[in-house]
């Protein structure tokens, strides 16, 4: 009796954990071990922080009408007569120099016309056109097609009809969604009337009503999920759920078709779902542990970044540019997404000290100089702007200054050798200095300078940002 009862209990036991390895290996499919379901969560990840973190910026801007940061529905230009403030918490490393408008573009159904009015010469603008990758598929501005107006058709992967009269120039996104940011140079605050009335000028347009024809079928709407909270994406597996939904907006590329077929080993792919409750404890924690890895292979790319090794020039642009440098497109995001390509701007970041310590306006006071003719070589404009950490937005203070840039040089007070030197502290330098002054906060810090159509000299290196150096 009692041999009988213990082999049932061993057999009980037996196939609780063959039903174990069962669960785990189905929900790993094609027998992906746990070791590899960490690795392919780790890439996984790396590839797809751009494209979830982008979605909740999408869903903010033009779907979610309850979010303070809404803009306008898709397909509708939503202008902002006015620069960021620390108010503006969306989008991290935000501008503050040029008002933005921005697009959502829905490019299922056709192609979208962005036309553009005649700016004067001497004023910057530019249109960055990225897709659901944050690829930077293309420019319209002063520097990629000049200020003398036009139409430009921008199409998704699946448009192939003919180039209509009247257009321009024909823009590709790889992904059915694609976002428009509008800059438009602000000289002073009284220009901001003028910048307006450009402003007013941008227009949107199906290519069916620029063409003043009826349009094709609608495209189904969409349901959107919720995306993720910034600190959520960063370690729940739900994370990988909404990539799934943005992937399927995202027709594969040739070149990524293996890398998708490895995701699938965890059931990652276009329209799949992965029932997180369902999974295994050890796969739970494979895929936790996966994307952990990342944000570590991602601090240490950072560690290159502040040692200059790595610049944002390398980290922004198109796929044919990033080479499928997919960690580069996570830290990119991490760090500043929707950043421009070098050829449109450059963003020197400073991070650390001469001394390579870490910056802090509770402990220290800092300076950065320019030595005489070595300002940032530029054909628009240069800014340096603040930002305050963890968030990584500009940072309130009792001038309502986030930001030092070349429109303010007639401000400035010059060296006796001609040279120039900003102060970056959190307390007034005093009264005469407050021209010279931008704003620290009470903590840690990091700031970036912004060079607008940046000259040969700083896109060949020629030029170097100068260090910023800790008062003593």
Same mark, same amino acid.
């Given at each position: 009796?009692?041999?009988?009862?213990?082999?049932?209990?061993?057999?009980?036991?037996? *196939?609780?954990?063959?039903?174990?390895?069962?669960?785990?290996?189905?929900?790993?499919?094609?027998?992906?071990?746990?070791?590899? +379901?960490?690795?392919?969560?780790?890439?996984?990840?790396?590839?797809?922080?751009?494209?979830?973190?982008?979605?909740?910026? *999408?869903?903010?801007?033009?779907?979610?009408?309850?979010?303070?940061? &809404? #803009?306008?529905?898709?397909?509708?230009? #939503?202008?902002?007569?006015?620069?960021?403030?620390?108010?503006?918490?969306?989008?991290?490393? =935000?501008?503050?120099?040029?008002?933005?408008?921005?697009?959502?573009?829905?490019?299922?159904?056709?192609?979208?016309?962005?036309?553009?009015?005649?700016?004067?010469?001497?004023?910057?603008?530019?249109?960055?056109?990225?897709?659901?990758?944050?690829?930077?598929?293309?420019?319209?501005?002063?520097?990629?097609? $000049?200020?003398?107006?036009?139409?430009?058709?921008?199409?998704?992967?699946?448009?192939?009809?003919?180039? %209509?009269?009247?257009?321009?120039?024909?823009?590709?996104?790889?992904?059915?969604?694609?976002?428009?940011?509008?800059?438009?140079?602000?000289?002073?605050?009284?220009?901001?009337?003028?910048?307006?009335?450009?402003?007013?000028?941008?227009?949107?347009?199906?290519?069916?009503?620029?063409?003043? /024809?009826?349009?094709?079928?609608?495209?189904?709407?969409?349901?959107?999920? #919720?995306?993720?909270? %910034?600190?959520? /994406?960063?370690?729940?597996?739900?994370?990988?759920?909404?990539?799934?939904?943005?992937?399927?907006?995202? %027709?594969?590329?040739?070149?990524?078709?293996?890398?998708?077929?490895?995701? !699938?080993?965890?059931?990652?792919?276009?329209?799949?779902?992965?029932?997180?409750?369902?999974?295994?404890?050890?796969?739970?924690?494979?895929?936790?542990?996966?994307?952990?890895?990342?944000?570590?292979?991602?601090?240490?790319?950072?560690?290159?970044?502040?040692?200059?090794?790595?610049?944002? $020039?390398?980290?922004?642009?198109?796929?044919?540019?990033?080479?499928?440098?997919?960690?580069?497109?996570?830290? +990119?995001?991490?760090?500043?997404?929707?950043?421009?390509?070098?050829?449109?701007?450059?963003?020197?970041?400073?991070?650390?000290?001469?001394?390579?310590?870490?910056?802090?306006?509770? #402990?220290?006071?800092?300076?950065?100089?320019?030595?005489?003719?070595?300002?940032?070589?530029?054909?628009?404009?240069?800014?340096?702007?603040?930002?305050?950490? =963890?968030?990584?937005?500009?940072?309130?203070? =009792?001038?309502?200054?986030?930001?030092?840039?070349?429109?303010?040089? =007639?401000?400035?007070?010059?060296?006796?050798?001609?040279?120039?030197?900003?102060?970056?502290?959190?307390?007034?330098?005093?009264?005469?200095?407050?021209?010279?002054?931008?704003? !620290?906060?009470? $903590?840690?810090?990091?700031?970036?300078?912004?060079? &607008?159509?940046?000259?040969?000299?700083? *896109?060949?290196?020629?030029?170097?940002?100068?260090?910023?150096?800790?008062?003593?």
């Amino acid at each position: 009796m009692k041999t009988s009862l213990i082999k049932r209990l061993v057999c009980t036991v037996a *196939l609780l954990l063959c039903l174990s390895f069962v669960g785990a290996y189905a929900q790993t499919a094609a027998g992906v071990s746990v070791q590899e +379901a960490r690795a392919i969560a780790k890439d996984a990840y790396v590839y797809g922080f751009p494209l979830v973190d982008g979605y909740r910026i *999408l869903h903010a801007y033009f779907v979610d009408r309850d979010n303070p940061e &809404y #803009k306008a529905p898709w397909n509708q230009i #939503k202008n902002i007569p006015r620069v960021y403030t620390p108010d503006d918490k969306a989008v991290q490393t =935000p501008n503050s120099d040029t008002p933005y408008s921005f697009l959502g573009m829905d490019l299922r159904a056709e192609p979208i016309v962005l036309t553009v009015p005649p700016i004067e010469k001497g004023r910057y603008f530019s249109i960055q056109l990225v897709d659901l990758y944050t690829h930077n598929f293309d420019y319209i501005g002063s520097r990629a097609t $000049g200020n003398g107006g036009g139409s430009f058709l921008i199409a998704g992967p699946g448009w192939n009809g003919e180039v %209509p009269a009247g257009v321009t120039k024909v823009m590709r996104s790889e992904t059915e969604q694609a976002l428009a940011i509008y800059r438009t140079q602000l000289f002073n605050p009284g220009d901001l009337d003028k910048v307006k009335a450009i402003q007013t000028g941008y227009k949107a347009q199906p290519l069916s009503t620029f063409l003043g /024809q009826s349009g094709p079928k609608t495209a189904p709407a969409i349901d959107f999920i #919720k995306p993720l909270t %910034p600190e959520t /994406q960063k370690t729940s597996p739900e994370f990988f759920n909404v990539l799934n939904f943005v992937l399927k907006f995202c %027709p594969t590329v040739p070149s990524e078709k293996e890398l998708m077929a490895r995701f !699938a080993g965890i059931g990652i792919g276009a329209g799949k779902s992965i029932d997180t409750s369902k999974l295994s404890p050890e796969i739970k924690e494979a895929i936790e542990q996966g994307m952990a890895d990342a944000w570590t292979e991602m601090a240490k790319l950072k560690k290159r970044f502040d040692a200059g090794e790595v610049k944002s $020039g390398d980290v922004f642009g198109t796929r044919e540019y990033l080479k499928n440098n997919y960690l580069y497109r996570m830290t +990119a995001a991490a760090l500043g997404i929707y950043g421009n390509s070098k050829q449109e701007a450059m963003y020197p970041l400073y991070a650390v000290d001469a001394d390579g310590q870490k910056l802090d306006g509770a #402990k220290s006071r800092y300076t950065l100089r320019f030595a005489p003719g070595q300002l940032p070589p530029v054909s628009a404009f240069w800014s340096l702007t603040m930002y305050q950490l =963890p968030e990584s937005l500009l940072v309130a203070n =009792p001038i309502d200054r986030y930001l030092l840039n070349s429109p303010m040089l =007639p401000q400035f007070k010059k060296d006796a050798d001609g040279g120039l030197t900003l102060l970056i502290q959190n307390e007034s330098p005093g009264v005469d200095k407050e021209s010279n002054w931008l704003p !620290a906060p009470k $903590g840690p810090f990091f700031m970036a300078m912004r060079l &607008y159509w940046p000259a040969e000299a700083a *896109l060949d290196g020629t030029w170097k940002a100068p260090a910023l150096n800790k008062v003593k």
